[in-house]
């Protein structure tokens, strides 16, 4: 039901309103409330959030109508006034209007035309109510589904089949937060989950930084991948830059559990299968990239002692000319007939 908020100080408007509009208010289009100023208005209007539609006179005790509209601008934009006056002239309507007043209506009062005012009141309260909560459900979709998606979205023309994949060159980067499930066994959930989501915040504004995305977030840890030109630099420079913010994190609830984190990071670069995977009769689909490359990466990453950063043969090869590293002993990983060559970032 949609509640109108009738501001007058004129005692025989209530009882004229009530008769003129019962019918609407006997089929509940509208439920009627009222307040002899401002004042009680916004008492009113404070304890019932759902009052999105007021009439209100300009001419009133304690607080006259055109400065209840700044008042209603500032407590809720959304709100929308109708002011009914029987001083319809040029400067009181431009007033009003330019404190943002939805319409103007002139006493006495036409009550077809009142009627047509406040349905049309209701249908644009409505709409913004609805953009708004758009607008909240992109944001929240924002949070978990991948950019390319997101940007697969939006293109103002799609060439291709959603199901659509393609191989493309990029690096991987396992980043694990080392000893971190010792903390989720000994600690409330609550403490678990913020000091967790601190890290991930620290560790993906260097992924963001490098122009890479994060593909998911695996219990820990975190998968980043990075397409383009120089892949395997930027994702080289962001493990080394998450690795020097995780050491110097000092934080009260870090303190408070006695922990201080440490990340063993795994790089590998090469081609790889780029898109959706799931089950489709679930509804459910990964946008998300497969192949040995990434499981290569993450056996790296598993071989990785707290404070390394180990690279794939390939990601050395392309990398070699811009940062310091030494040959680590080769590594046997799970699913690989023969160890593979890694390298250790040293800086």
Same mark, same amino acid.
């Given at each position: 039901?949609?509640?109108?908020?009738?501001?007058?100080?004129?005692?025989?408007?209530?009882?004229?309103?009530?008769?003129?509009?019962?019918?609407?208010?006997?089929? &509940?289009?509208?439920?009627?409330i009222?307040?002899?100023?401002?004042?009680?208005?916004?008492?009113?209007i404070?304890?019932?959030?759902e009052?999105?539609?007021?009439?209100?006179?300009?001419?009133?005790?304690?607080?006259?109508?055109?400065?209840?509209?700044?008042?209603?601008?500032?407590?809720?934009?959304?709100?929308?006034?109708?002011?009914?006056?029987?001083?319809?002239?040029?400067d009181?309507?431009?007033?009003?209007m330019?404190?943002?007043?939805?319409?103007?209506?002139?006493?006495?009062?036409?009550?077809?035309?009142?009627?047509?005012?406040?349905?049309?009141?209701f249908?644009?309260?409505?709409?913004?109510?609805?953009?708004?909560?758009?607008?909240?459900?992109?944001?929240?979709?924002?949070?978990?589904?991948?950019?390319?998606?997101?940007?697969?979205?939006?293109?103002?023309?799609?060439?291709?089949?959603? &199901?659509a994949?393609?191989?493309?060159?990029?690096?991987?980067?396992?980043i694990d937060?080392?000893?971190?499930?010792?903390?989720?066994?000994?600690?409330?959930?609550?403490?678990?989950?913020?000091?967790l989501?601190?890290?991930?915040?620290?560790?993906?504004?260097?992924?963001?930084?490098?122009?890479g995305?994060?593909?998911?977030f695996?219990?820990?840890?975190?998968?980043?991948?990075?397409?383009?030109?120089?892949?395997?630099?930027?994702?080289?420079?962001?493990?080394?830059?998450?690795m020097?913010?995780i050491?110097q994190?000092?934080?009260?609830?870090?303190?408070q559990?006695?922990?201080?984190?440490?990340?063993?990071?795994?790089?590998?670069?090469?081609?790889?299968? &780029?898109?959706?995977?799931g089950?489709?009769?679930?509804?459910?689909?990964?946008?998300?990239?497969?192949?040995?490359?990434?499981?290569?990466a993450?056996?790296?990453?598993?071989?990785?002692?707290?404070?390394?950063?180990?690279?794939?043969?390939?990601?050395?090869?392309?990398?070699?000319?811009?940062?310091?590293?030494?040959?680590?002993?080769?590594?046997?990983?799970?699913?690989?007939?023969?160890?593979?060559?890694?390298?250790?970032?040293?800086?």
């Amino acid at each position: 039901m949609n509640k109108v908020l009738v501001v007058d100080d004129e005692e025989d408007l209530e009882v004229l309103i009530s008769q003129k509009l019962r019918k609407q208010i006997r089929e &509940s289009k509208y439920q009627l409330i009222f307040a002899k100023d401002g004042l009680e208005a916004l008492d009113l209007i404070k304890a019932d959030p759902e009052i999105m539609t007021v009439l209100s006179d300009i001419n009133m005790p304690k607080l006259d109508g055109l400065s209840l509209l700044l008042h209603l601008k500032t407590h809720n934009p959304l709100i929308k006034t109708i002011i009914i006056s029987a001083y319809g002239d040029m400067d009181n309507i431009r007033t009003a209007m330019n404190r943002g007043a939805y319409d103007f209506l002139t006493k006495p009062i036409n009550f077809e035309d009142l009627e047509i005012t406040i349905d049309k009141t209701f249908e644009y309260i409505t709409q913004l109510q609805n953009t708004l909560q758009a607008i909240r459900e992109n944001n929240i979709m924002k949070m978990y589904v991948d950019p390319s998606v997101l940007e697969y979205m939006t293109r103002s023309e799609i060439t291709q089949d959603f &199901s659509a994949n393609e191989t493309i060159e990029a690096s991987v980067a396992f980043i694990d937060i080392c000893g971190f499930t010792s903390i989720a066994e000994q600690e409330p959930p609550d403490i678990v989950v913020n000091l967790l989501n601190q890290y991930f915040d620290l560790i993906v504004k260097h992924i963001i930084a490098a122009d890479g995305y994060v593909d998911k977030f695996m219990g820990d840890a975190v998968m980043a991948v990075f397409k383009g030109g120089n892949h395997a630099k930027r994702a080289v420079q962001a493990s080394l830059a998450v690795m020097q913010e995780i050491a110097q994190a000092q934080d009260d609830l870090q303190k408070q559990v006695g922990y201080q984190p440490q990340l063993s990071i795994g790089v590998n670069s090469g081609e790889m299968v &780029s898109g959706n995977i799931g089950a489709i009769s679930l509804k459910r689909l990964d946008y998300t990239v497969i192949g040995d490359v990434v499981n290569t990466a993450q056996r790296i990453q598993v071989h990785a002692s707290p404070g390394e950063i180990l690279l794939g043969e390939n990601t050395h090869q392309y990398i070699s000319s811009h940062f310091n590293c030494q040959r680590k002993e080769d590594a046997v990983v799970k699913n690989k007939t023969k160890p593979i060559v890694v390298y250790q970032v040293l800086g």
